[in-house]
């Protein structure tokens, strides 16, 4: 029997000149960027939580706490390589990720062929196993003012039993 599990992953961080845009594991050029205890990456954010929901570990703050210096300006692929070992630890591999990420600009598909390789690699699947899609919102509330972005991220795992 294939014990099969869903996660689902949600992330948002204020957007702030004078900080980097870091976006699934790449930095993307902007006059904007992602404020956050560490390297603000919101996609890759998001995918930690749904794979840690999936495998019923709780969530991010609960093992990479905000307040907690040594993660200060950490770089996310090192929280998702994390989250990965812990979900591996309980005999669970990725099958998926979908994902979108609400940003009004910069416009994020160009990037997108090179975060799927990227997250890919960290999750130990092929790229064409993570989708990401990218959406404005168009020009309404805190995300379409440029004043925030957001990520929602899916995910299958399984455990052979």
Do not use: W
């Given at each position: 029997?294939?014990?099969?599990?869903?996660?689902?992953?949600?992330?948002?961080?204020?957007?702030?000149?004078?900080?980097?845009?870091?976006?699934?594991?790449?930095?993307?050029?902007?006059?904007?960027?992602?404020?956050?205890h560490?390297?603000a990456?919101?996609?890759?954010?998001?995918?930690?939580?749904?794979?840690?929901g999936?495998?019923?570990?709780?969530?991010?703050g609960?093992?990479?706490?905000?307040?907690?210096?040594?993660f200060?300006?950490?770089?996310?692929?090192?929280?998702?390589?994390?989250?990965?070992?812990?979900?591996?630890?309980?005999?669970?591999?990725?099958?998926?990720?979908?994902?979108?990420?609400?940003?009004?600009?910069?416009?994020?598909?160009?990037?997108?062929?090179?975060?799927q390789?990227?997250?890919?690699?960290?999750?130990?699947?092929?790229?064409?196993?993570?989708s990401?899609?990218?959406?404005?919102?168009?020009?309404?509330?805190?995300?379409?003012?440029r004043?925030?972005i957001?990520?929602?991220?899916?995910?299958?795992?399984?455990r052979?039993?």
């Amino acid at each position: 029997m294939l014990n099969l599990r869903i996660g689902y992953g949600v992330d948002v961080h204020q957007l702030a000149e004078n900080y980097t845009l870091f976006i699934g594991g790449k930095k993307i050029e902007s006059d904007l960027g992602a404020v956050g205890h560490s390297d603000a990456d919101v996609l890759l954010h998001a995918i930690c939580d749904a794979l840690l929901g999936a495998a019923n570990l709780r969530d991010i703050g609960f093992h990479f706490s905000d307040t907690d210096p040594k993660f200060k300006g950490i770089d996310s692929k090192i929280l998702l390589t994390n989250v990965v070992e812990l979900i591996h630890k309980k005999g669970y591999k990725v099958i998926n990720i979908d994902s979108t990420v609400i940003l009004e600009k910069p416009k994020l598909n160009p990037h997108i062929p090179e975060m799927q390789e990227i997250i890919a690699k960290i999750l130990q699947v092929e790229s064409d196993a993570v989708s990401i899609k990218a959406t404005t919102h168009e020009k309404v509330d805190s995300f379409g003012e440029r004043k925030a972005i957001k990520a929602y991220a899916a995910c299958l795992i399984f455990r052979p039993d």
